[in-house]
């Protein structure tokens, strides 16, 4: 009798769980897709970190001679990041080891003028002299490209009090005179990145003074009123995330100011769609020069156009974007050499279009990014034991920036710790949570980190503003939320907190066995 209550019991709980499945069978095929794609990009990436990028790091300084060799503007903004990304995914021992130590030797070793550094001949071990401008433009490369990116996965860790030191003393040493106050630069790129960074120290601190560094920067540019960038790519992409930043911010916090940059933020984005898009919505490199190349930095530019639609509350650019993303399925934009074969130009173009179709997910340019990806950064068609795997220069680093990027808007933002090369790894949404499908090919145990809102938890702003330099958040639990955790596989169900999925999902894997996990 016993055995027959037991019987019925589990052919229940079978029957509930195939209903449960079949009710959200599309989201689990899709999860399925995602896990192939994540898995393969997310190994390679370890791969990469152990067997190239790791290896970098200098015994004798610490420093991590990416390209051969440390300084500000290339190695330790673009190539530092990438690096500590790919640790904080996929490794948290070389995170909190070797790749923590970089930050440590870089400020025992090259901090020049105050808090600010200068570059480093790590084979002579002698800091380098740089001309003013030069040392605040590096500075502020490695604040806005590599600092930025790092705390908004890390929140406010060392990096982030690293940033703060060197933009205090940034504007410290502010010597350009304008009518608005001393800035530090007059470069364009340079003050936009300010800007970006400033925005995100204000709502991280509190303090006022960033907010005023911001806002004198905004005014310099926009209340003579006629503003527009003429540079739609690389370098000129800064100020208009940055002011779209900063709008986005102000709204929030000084309304009064924002009215003053509304009008002048919308006049600078009318004219960029005017005389520097083509028929489909896609930006030259320069402004009013049809026959320039295509800007690889488009969508980083329709960041500010999404800032704008939330601070206005209502569609204003909405359709033109959403086509935008759209025309994306056209021949032309197959395989298309944004920077010649350079991966640099791939990358760059895909991240700013994950940026917009984190919040327009629109089916043609998701097919278009993982079409992309796969063939022109990734390169996944190769078996992954034996891919050629990416350098540690600049532009190789930014491809393994757009390849974690990509990879996790595939796990929604989860993270498997401890990553291992036979995992795979997916999610997908469904009406009311999340579709997970994970597999080894050898048992595993480990642990399911699910993401936070660290738009409001690490950075400070009310609303997830659209911006550069970020991952994405893609599905994200509240910390006292309580959320139900039904594993299809062993039909087994439990509750937990939000900050207990944060901190991880305990979960077991037996051989080449696909476990299903619904979360609601």
């Known amino acids: 009798m016993k055995f027959r209550k037991n019987l019925s019991l589990i052919m229940l709980i079978c029957c509930i769980m195939s209903t449960t499945y079949a009710k959200n069978e599309e989201s689990f095929e899709t999860a399925r897709k995602s896990a192939k794609i994540a898995g393969y990009s997310l190994s390679k990436t370890q791969r990469w ?24 503007r290339d190695t ?9 990304w790919a640790a904080f995914i996929l490794d948290s021992e070389a995170l909190n080891g070797p ?65 703060k030191g060197i933009e205090e003393d940034i504007w410290k040493h502010a010597r350009y005179d304008t009518p608005y106050g001393k800035i530090p630069s007059m470069n364009v790129e340079v003050n936009g990145e300010q800007i970006q960074a400033l925005v995100r120290l204000y709502t991280m601190t509190g303090q006022k003074k960033f907010l005023d560094w911001a806002e004198r920067l905004a005014d310099y540019y926009l209340l003579a009123g006629n503003f527009v960038p003429t540079r739609l790519r690389d370098h000129g992409c ?29 006049k600078m984005l009318d004219e960029i769609l005017t005389r520097g898009t083509n028929e489909d919505g896609i930006m030259f490199d320069t402004l009013d020069k049809p026959d320039s190349r295509l800007s690889d930095g488009w969508g980083y530019n329709y960041v500010t156009y999404l800032c704008y639609d939330m601070v206005a509350d209502r569609p204003v ?8 993303l759209a025309n994306l399925e056209k021949t032309k934009y197959k395989n298309y050499r944004w920077e010649g074969d350079s991966i640099d130009g791939f990358a760059d173009s895909i991240e700013g279009g994950l940026y917009i179709m984190n919040r327009y997910p629109v089916p043609e340019a998701l097919a278009w990014a993982d079409s992309e990806m796969a063939a022109n950064v990734v390169y996944s068609d190769k078996p992954l034991a ?8 600049k532009l190789q680093a930014n491809g ?37 499908v994970i597999k080894a090919a050898e048992n595993w145990a480990g642990r399911l980190v699910f ?29 006292d939320k309580k959320y139900i955790v039904k594993n299809l596989t062993n039909g087994t169900e439990k509750t937990y907190t939000g900050k207990q999925l944060h901190k991880g999902l305990p979960v077991e894997l037996k051989d080449d066995q696909e476990t299903l996990l619904l979360i609601k």
């Open 317 to 324: 650019y909405r359709n033109l974007i959403v086509q935008t």
């Open 99 to 163: 790749v923590r130590s970089v930050l440590h030797a870089e400020q025992k070793l090259c901090n020049h003028l105050d808090r600010i550094p200068v570059s480093y001949d790590y084979k002579n071990n002698r800091k380098i002299d740089l001309s003013y401008d030069e040392m605040i433009f590096q500075a502020s490369e490695y604040v806005k490209d590599g600092l930025i990116a790092i705390i908004e996965v890390t929140g406010k860790d060392e990096w982030f009090e690293r940033m």
């Open 451 to 479: 993401d936070i809102p660290r738009h409001r938890q690490y950075m400070g702003f009310k609303h997830d503003w659209p911006r550069m330099n970020t991952m994405p958040e893609w599905f994200t639990v509240e910390p």
């Open 76 to 84: 330790a903004a673009d190539c530092y990041p990438f690096l500590t």
């Open 238 to 266: 800064e100020i208009i995330g940055g002011l779209g930043l900063l709008l986005g911010v102000e709204s929030e916090h000084n309304p009064q100011k924002a009215k003053i940059y509304q009008p002048l933020i919308k």
């Open 386 to 393: 034996t891919a050629p795997l990416w350098g540690t220069m």
């Open 49 to 72: 970190l152990h067997e190239v990028a790791l290896k970098r790091i200098d015994p004798a300084t610490g420093l991590y001679i990416a390209d051969d060799n440390w300084n500000y």
């Open 400 to 436: 393994v920036r757009t390849t974690l990027i990509h990879a996790l808007m595939h796990t929604r933002g989860l993270i498997a710790r401890p990553w291992r090369k036979d995992l795979t790894l997916g999610a997908s949404e469904t009406k009311d949570g999340l579709a997970v």
